[in-house]
Structure formats: structure tokens, C-alpha cells
């Protein structure tokens, strides 16, 4: 039998690691512990680690999957939208509305991609949303107010109770995906705290 490469997993223990993601103060439930037989090297990873990963790996699929089409053969328009907790406590409820617009216009939607956050500042609850839809016109962006994208733009209306969404169109295939990548998990009480379309459809 071959020898199994890489990293070979020890142990699962009970973690009292106090791993503080997007000012939550997360508690990890488990502490995995891995030996590397090559360098001889010991590691841990906590259930956030594993939960970032995967989060991680969700948001590529989607910049992988949408921006050539988005970019190179401009058959797909991609949205960014900063969208209100407090107005939208399930995400699910802001997709159905948002669905109706884009129905409205004759647009459909391809994939979605959505992670939970915290404002920085005022620690105002939002969702970061991607949607990837058919191609775009001028003005059928200007009829949702769709505005260029520019990264914290709205920081500050997070904690605004009359504050809704807000949605940007994006023009850098890796602008987004380097902020969004970069964030910790928001990490609340039975919630999800992120999660994307099944299956990615092209337009």
C-alpha cells in the first residue's frame, strides 16, 4: 500500500481557543492537531479555520466561474451589494425581493455568493452579496441604482435603521474577491454565515 502524502491528523479535543472573528468573539468548539512526516512540522487547526476554508473556497468558484465571462467575453454582469441585517434578518427574504426586480427587467439570475459580516467602526450586521446576472445594459443599471464599485464607500450606514441595500457593479475582476477574501467570519448563534448557489449556470 502507498504511503499517504501530506499532513497525517492526530487528534480532535475540545478547544477553550477564544479565536475573536469579526469582533464576535467566536468561540472554536474543536482543536484539530496535524503532524507533517516530511518537515517533522506540528499543527492545529480550530473548526473556524476549516469554516473559513470552505467559505473561502466558495468565493473562488464564484470569481472563477463568473469573472471570464464577466470580463473577457462580457456575457455576464456582476453585482455587489452591501445589504442590511437589521432590515433583512434572512438573507433568503433579500433575494426574493431583489429577484423581482431583476424580473422586472428581463434579467436572470446565474449564481450567488453571500458571507455575513460587522462593521469595523459602528458594528452595524450586514451581508456582502455577489450575484452574477445576464448581461447588463447602461440602463438597466441605472434603473436599480447600480453605481461603480469603490470599496467602503458606505461604512458608515450600516447602523442607519432606514438603510436597505446597497448595489454596486463591478468593473475589476479581482477587486471585490481581495476584500471579501481578507475578511474573518462573522460567527452568530444558529446562523449561517455564508453560502452560494448549488450549481453556477452560465447565461
Aim: charged content about 30%; some cysteine; hydrophobic content about 25%.
Amino acid at each position: 500500500m502507498a504511503k499517504k502524502n501530506g499532513p497525517i491528523y492526530i487528534e480532535k479535543l475540545p478547544s477553550n481557543y477564544d479565536d475573536n472573528y469579526a469582533h464576535s468573539s467566536a468561540q472554536a468548539k474543536y482543536l484539530k492537531h496535524f503532524y507533517n512526516p516530511i518537515t517533522g512540522e506540528r499543527f492545529s487547526r480550530t473548526d473556524l479555520d476549516e469554516k473559513k476554508d470552505r467559505r473561502l473556497n466558495k468565493l473562488t468558484e464564484f470569481i472563477d466561474h463568473y469573472t471570464p465571462l464577466c470580463f473577457e467575453k462580457k456575457t455576464v454582469t456582476i453585482l455587489s451589494c452591501i445589504v442590511s441585517q437589521y432590515k433583512y434578518p434572512n438573507i433568503g427574504y433579500f433575494f426574493e425581493c431583489i429577484r423581482r426586480k431583476f424580473k422586472r427587467l428581463d434579467l436572470k439570475l446565474l449564481g450567488k455568493y453571500w458571507q455575513r459580516d460587522v462593521g469595523e467602526t459602528q458594528g452595524g450586521r450586514h451581508y456582502h452579496v455577489l450575484i452574477a446576472l445576464t448581461r447588463m445594459s447602461k440602463k438597466q443599471l441605472e434603473k436599480i441604482g447600480a453605481e461603480k464599485y469603490k470599496p467602503n464607500t458606505i461604512a458608515s450606514t450600516y447602523s442607519n435603521q432606514e438603510y436597505r441595500y446597497k448595489i454596486q457593479y463591478m468593473d475589476n475582476e479581482i477587486g471585490m474577491y481581495n476584500y471579501l477574501k481578507e475578511k474573518q467570519i462573522y460567527h452568530g448563534t444558529g446562523e449561517r454565515n455564508f453560502g452560494c448557489s448549488h450549481k453556477f449556470f452560465n447565461p
